[in-house]
């Protein structure tokens, strides 16, 4: 699918500031997938595409998610995981993507996993990173990216771990299992 196709079918989904973050998410994508040897047509897609269920009403995701037997955790966790599972199932139905290592880099691109293959970290960093989030420890994970996307991912995921603690949430398990994994692989520093 042509970059433009992709835009044009996300932007009828997405509210004016979700598509500006779409755009900011391609483009640091697209210079991740460049800068650490990732394929960067599928990073350029996976990107476009990664918010893609963002908008959809919440009692379609559930049942998505319980019709497609993803995983039921998803339910019980916070809302906000379900577009990516949600999202990766849709752009296959109603897109037309068939490539599993886009698909999977949009499924995970809100709680990571263990094991994540190099596109999926640069879509879940690009996430995190692009220009126009502006929160505590966004600065620390662009400086961090510029030289190590691993070192990136655990700022990421260890940021977001406090905030859900601070909050009082529960964080979901394939989170937590992203982190442990990377700190296990790339030592504790």
């Excluded at 979700?18 to 350029?44: F, N, P, S, W």
């Excluded at 990571?112 to 879509?123: H, P």
Aim: glycine share 6%; net charge negative; hydrophobic share 45%.
């Amino acid at each position: 699918m042509e970059r433009e196709q992709a835009l044009a079918a996300v932007r009828e989904q997405l509210t004016d500031h979700r598509y500006q973050h779409t755009l900011g998410v391609m483009g640091t994508a697209i210079e991740l997938a460049g800068k650490y040897g990732a394929d960067v047509a599928k990073a350029e897609l996976a990107a476009i595409f990664h918010d893609y269920a963002k908008f959809r009403p919440k009692e379609e995701m559930k049942q998505i998610i319980i019709e497609q037997n993803m995983n039921r955790d998803l339910l019980v966790h916070n809302e906000e995981l379900w577009h990516a599972p949600v999202g990766a199932y849709l752009i296959e139905q109603e897109a037309g993507i068939r490539d599993q290592e886009v698909l999977d880099a949009v499924r995970f691109h809100t709680s990571g996993k263990a094991g994540m293959t190099l596109l999926e970290k640069v879509i879940y960093v690009a996430d995190y990173i692009e220009p126009g989030r502006i929160f505590p420890g966004a600065d620390e994970a662009r400086a961090a990216a510029g030289r190590d996307l691993d070192e990136a991912m655990k700022l990421a995921l260890r940021n977001t771990i406090t905030f859900l603690l601070k909050k009082n949430q529960a964080v979901y398990p394939l989170t937590i299992e992203a982190y442990n994994d990377l700190v296990l692989k790339n030592g504790r520093n």
